[in-house]
């Protein structure tokens, strides 16, 4: 199947959430997801960019049984090594389960390491939940390496009222 | 013992670069460490900074065997969650190990989650490695969740060749 890979625009957004959505169900992690289409636009397409984005479409004779072209897209932005220096996080890939085979994903992840090499990164880094076999099988076939399972390395996370806490801690200080 | 907390400035970053040699040391990692104080100084005191940084001081009278007053340091960056908007990811947190036991890392966290609250931080993650059980339990004790157990979150990484060989794909295309 053909299928083209370019940077999103703010119009692409609606799509985006979208896929947002559908990669949080394939997750089982949907109840997490607060974001809009609105705040991807904000947070996205601004003056200083929280993230980037690409996105994979297909011709409109191949186009979804809902009906879309918009098919995947890859969603990742900087992070900083204080060993190696600037380096990328891919905060998310997804394909449409009805368009993978066809090389979709690896359009999406091969296109993501050209930018990070051309703005001098010396990581890309992601997350994978453990019983996604088929995504870590799949980078693992890249070459990737499972940091946790090499170093043990593990994600630790605040948020709501632990995040709160601690921030208030300061204050007794 | 008495110490303070501030925001880094250029002038910190020979101390600092000092500070992520002791950490890596102490992770057991240091061959991995090719950062220099003058990158430390570009990619951190320019017009984008990739990270921010504060550290922590004791008065001169408290001063290290070495003869150091910067004993401490939180390097950290923003990053996106497509699940809750912006976030932040507390890259390191160290402080020298004869200065442990005065709260001074408890200060440096909590001064970090209240900059994370104070740019509408949904969430402030960091990693850290499970022989490390000081710091999971310092982290846990806090009101931490840690991924990894809770859900199965994996860290993966591309650099070096495998990161090659994933940008040169796009020419096949």
Redesign the interface.
Known sequence: MKFSIRAATKADCKEISRL?ME??VHDK?SA????TCD??ER?GFCQ?P??ECIVAEVPEENKSKEGFTTVGYA?Y??????????SM?L??LYVMPEFRGF?IG??L???V??V??EKQ???????????NTPS?DF?AA????????K?????????G??????????QK?
């Open positions: 947002v990669l949080a992690m997490q997801v607060k974001i705040e991807l947070d200083s929280l993230f969603l932005f900087y992070i900083y090594s204080t060993w190696k220096g600037r996080y905060e998310d090389g690896k359009g992840l091969s296109t390491a050209k990070a090499k990164c010396a990581r890309l880094q992601l997350s994978v939940l453990d019983w870590r980078y890249k070459g990737a390496q499972d940091l946790t399972v170093e043990g390395w593990h994600l630790i996370r605040f948020d009222q632990s995040l709160d806490n601690l921030a208030n801690e300061t200080n």
